[in-house]
């Protein structure tokens, strides 16, 4: 039997009511109502309803016909809900909150907004001036779009005159071939623009045959909207949940940095040579604290920031929530980049834009020579943003950015959309704050922030966590961690800090999840310990219990973690202040849960002395077998193979043994330490910033042949870079932006974007030409 009875309705009305015609606000809060508790019939009765709130139960969704013609406000905060298409049942509402629904993307608050046409008030927030730009700027882009993709793929392909059963082919392949392909705006709102590039290729398919063809009779027509809609079913079950917040255009500018990451190692290190600048901030640094934080913040801009033009330096407020600050403001139009066409909402905006396309060229990457004289990509520098400023001072410069991971794709069943599959949201770090940054569009995301903390590294995994209902989903997780020693476990989907792991009392370097173990994370700190937890999957209440697995004991403080690829449930490699190590990481109950290091690797130093008390702040495999490491010989990287260089035989522990060394990359003589690197095993390619704001490329796909024939006895090959980025003449506060050191350059998988972190508080961003 239903909850929901006429008394409890005339009980809950505000005030209290006799009729349930006269009832214009009604309170069902709190009530553990289910969908199938709401009954049509009955609500038909509440024909002059105006305000209802539905938080605090179990709806999954609403009833499709609950025939409320003069609701005005609806709440639906903290329920379960999963689609918001059933909300044009209410044609009148003009305020609606569903916050704390997990499940809820900001794909569903474009489809609102879409759908509701007097809507004003989204969540508390006044999103009109949004709403308008949704309704008529996005559907007219995507409408242009849409039309452009059937001229060019499926014009040809429609007959003078079709049968049934060929309007029904040529519609389905149409509209799947559209979603696939019309892209527009963030990844963060794929959902929506797939669900409205559907809604415009089926009216843009209907007119066109009109024209030509006459309607297909009624029963044919009521077959295909059957179809179409068990079609819009499924992929409303196969939805992902994607993190995104609000897409707000956070623009580029410059910062410094806060080296206390830099200086402190450094003083391990026993290194001298050092920016002034990074010595004279260090005393600004706070010590790490215990302090608990539980939830982080979520900064966001208002939607009239989101749709309003860059204003100029007078104009315009010292600060925005994020910190994060338009081109126009920062850095001179000539130095101004590319924005993502959602984010011209006026035509003087679409003017400007056209001039910064034009100014770009100045500061373009173009194609350059390698050694044997071929044409190497191009890359162009698409953003520059300074989303990680202290207090939000847009004058920060003195923020250092460490780390940039890519958000892994979300396993799509069947359904292969290139759209989905993509991966171009990135999390970067640095300061009190994680950001998370579509770089396509240069649109910060999400910005996670923890007063007093500095964040040195994020890492993702992929979960499978269970409903209240019992049915599984797949959610990222981002794990963040620092100075504090407590990780931070975020489930980005639901905006949401659900725990923290008191993981070391000292500061945390590096972090990194296991590819084939998803729960399995390890931390690498200054205590000079690597610890590898079981974080648990949480529960629909988000509770969680971790639990550690072992401690791997270092000689020296841990600086880069890597798992072997060829077994990465197997064996461990990290990079040290005074060396690189080796553990077996095997979860046996056998061997002791504290473990020494199993194998000791000996590099050659500038005198051509093997030795194994060197600094190696760079690691990283490129393939199952090759590893490549910095610096324990100036001015060169190594790539070394570790099957060679770890044999089985003779096997015990704090064995030492030297690295089968292949070739040696060319890069600059600094000794500045802490500048990493990274691969990209998929396009086979090393990258590493300089002391100088450059970013070296090695494109190692015509040598890993050779390299892996490479004897042991033969003399070291020496690879020179195959391009190298210079950084761009950017100015802050009218004075040019020098000094730039490039502290960490990330690719994506497929090498379509390019992120270099910076020590001025500045995240770059290239994108393949």
């Not at 024209?211 to 295909?224: F, I, Q, V």
């Not at 704050?433 to 590294?457: A, M, P, R």
């Not at 051509?608 to 600094?615: A, I, Q």
């Amino acid at each position: 039997m239903s909850k929901i009875t006429t008394e409890l309705l005339l009980e809950r009305a505000v005030p209290k009511s006799t009729r349930l015609r006269k009832i214009k606000i009604l309170n069902l809060s709190r009530l553990q109502i289910t969908t199938e508790d709401l009954e049509p019939q009955l609500f038909s009765h509440l024909r002059h309803l105006q305000e209802l709130d539905l938080s605090d139960n179990l709806l999954e969704r609403l009833p499709e016909n609950l025939s409320l013609p003069n609701l005005r406000i609806l709440n639906c905060n903290s329920n379960q809900l999963e689609d918001v298409t059933a909300l044009q049942q209410f044609p009148q509402l003009e305020e609606l909150s569903y916050t704390n629904n997990v499940y809820l993307t900001p794909s569903d608050d474009y489809k609102v907004m879409f759908l509701l046409r007097n809507l004003r008030q989204l969540n508390g927030k006044d999103v009109t001036k949004l709403a308008n730009h949704v309704r008529v700027v996005n559907s007219r882009e995507l409408t242009t779009r849409v039309t452009a993709h059937w001229g060019k793929n499926f014009r040809n392909q429609l007959p003078k005159t079709l049968s049934p059963e060929q309007l029904k082919s040529i519609r389905k392949k149409f509209v799947k071939s559209a979603q696939a392909h019309v892209a527009y705006g963030p990844s963060s709102l794929s959902d929506f623009t797939r669900w409205r590039v559907k809604m415009i290729a089926e009216e843009f398919l209907t007119s066109l045959i009109q024209e030509d063809n006459p309607a297909p009779e009624a029963g044919e027509k009521t077959e295909e909207e059957e179809e179409e809609k068990k079609e819009e079913e499924e992929d409303n079950e196969d939805k992902i949940a994607e993190s995104t917040a609000e897409t707000e255009n956070k623009a580029a500018s410059k910062g410094t940095v806060t080296p206390s990451k830099r200086k402190g190692a450094r003083s391990r290190g026993g290194s001298g040579s050092k920016r002034s600048r990074s010595q004279s901030s260090s005393k600004e640094e706070p010590s790490p604290s215990p302090k608990k934080t539980s939830r982080l913040q979520d900064e966001r801009s208002s939607e009239d920031q989101r749709a309003s033009r860059p204003q100029t330096k007078e104009s315009q407020p010292a600060q925005d929530s994020e910190g994060a600050h338009r081109n126009g403001g920062r850095i001179p139009k000539a130095h101004s980049h590319k924005r993502s066409s959602q984010q011209k909402e006026e035509h003087k905006e679409e003017e400007e834009e056209e001039e910064d396309d034009d100014d770009e060229k100045d500061v373009c990457s173009t194609p350059v020579k390698d050694l044997e004289g071929e044409e190497t990509i191009s890359l162009e520098p698409v953003h520059f943003l300074q989303c990680h400023s202290k207090g939000n001072n847009r004058d920060d410069f003195k923020t250092q950015l460490w780390a940039c991971v890519f958000e892994p794709p979300l396993d799509c069943g069947t359904r292969k959309d290139p759209v989905v599959s993509s991966s171009r949201t990135a999390a970067t770090c640095g300061g009190d704050s994680v950001c998370l940054v579509d770089c396509e569009t240069g649109i910060v995301l999400k910005k996670y922030k923890v007063t007093g903390e500095e964040f040195f590294t994020v890492t993702w995994t992929t979960l499978t966590m269970v409903t209240s209902d019992g049915r599984k989903k797949r959610h990222n997780v981002l794990a963040a961690a620092g100075r504090r020693g407590i990780v931070k476990l975020i489930h980005v989907a639901a905006d949401y800090c659900y725990g923290e792991i008191k993981a070391h009392k000292k500061p945390i370097a590096t972090a990194c999840f296991s590819p084939i173990t998803e729960t399995h994370l390890f931390t690498a700190s200054y205590d000079k310990k690597i610890c590898v937890w079981d974080i648990g999957v949480p529960d629909c209440d988000y509770n969680f219990k971790e639990r550690q697995l072992m401690v791997l004991e270092t000689i020296a403080t841990p600086l880069r973690i890597a798992l072997v690829p060829s077994c990465p449930d197997r064996y461990l490699v990290a990079g040290c202040e005074q060396g690189c190590f080796a553990w077996d990481i095997r979860l046996d109950e056998k061997q002791q849960k504290n473990r020494p290091h199993e194998v000791e690797f000996q590099f050659p130093d500038d005198e051509g002395n093997e030795t194994s008390s060197h600094r190696v702040d760079g690691l990283a495999f490129l393939n199952e077998d090759i590893v490549v490491s910095k610096s324990s010989k100036t001015g060169s990287i190594n790539l070394w193979s570790w099957s060679r260089s770890f044999k089985e035989q003779g096997k015990g522990s704090r064995r030492t043994v030297q690295a089968v060394i292949l070739a040696e990359l060319e890069w600059s003589s600094t000794d500045l330490p802490y500048l990493t690197l990274s691969t990209c095993p998929t396009e086979e390619y090393v990258f590493c910033g300089d002391e100088k704001g450059s970013v070296w490329l090695y494109d190692l796909s015509n040598h890993l042949s050779a390299l892996s024939a490479t004897k042991e006895d033969r003399a070291t090959k020496r690879i020179g870079p195959s391009q190298v980025l210079k950084w761009p003449e950017l100015k802050a506060n009218g004075e040019p932006l020098t000094d730039v050191l490039v502290n960490n350059v990330v690719a994506d998988p497929s090498f379509t974007y390019l992120v270099a972190l910076t020590d001025v508080n500045i995240a770059a961003i290239w994108k393949k030409a």
